[in-house]
């Protein structure tokens, strides 16, 4: 029997299993991104009106489902954050942005470290807050528990699945921030 390509998110809300080393495997999150001009953002701030129009604040705003894998930093994330981090800069300047930088690619060295110190920041913040109060060893220990009910396992295996994508993002950013410190010299 063939499943497809799925991670296992999918399969295990659909099939009600899970594959310990699916190369297919996740972690889907979303993020916003908005294009309100500064001032449609400065009265926003201000009124704060519970009654607003909700269609004209999201006709401003996009999302995006950013998917992690455990093997590889995703383009994606490292793209979201430097369009962020240029949004930031160019409300809080006032002033377009560098000429020289690119959304989808690295090309300034120290902007390029901001960016993945910011990375390091979100994955860690997503780890800490999506699984506050349960460590690795923690799962491990409960996995190892012979009479573990099996829907209790599998939570366990998925929630394990996850952590160790975050944690092997926030690695690869690390190596590829020591990488950018040494170009830097």
Known sequence: MC?????NRYLLSGYGFLLQNNKYN??????????????????????KDVDSEESD???????????????RVKDDLLAYIRMSLVQKSEKATGEKAKENILISTPVDIEFEMLTLGCAIHLLE???????????????LEELAKPDLPYRR????????????ILTANIKYC???????????V
């Open 3 to 7: 499943y497809g390509r799925r991670g």
């Open 26 to 47: 996740a972690l889907n999150f979303r993020v916003w991104l908005d294009f309100r001009s500064k001032e449609k953002q400065a009265l926003k701030e201000e009124s």
């Open 57 to 71: 604040e999201d006709a401003n705003r996009i999302s995006k489902v950013l998917k992690l894998k455990e093997k």
């Open 125 to 139: 913040s997503l780890l800490k807050g999506r699984f506050k109060g349960c460590s690795v060893d923690a799962d």
């Open 153 to 164: 396992r599998l939570a366990i295996s998925h929630r394990l699945n996850c952590k160790q």
């Open 174 to 184: 690390n190596i590829l921030m020591r990488i950018l410190a040494n170009l830097q």
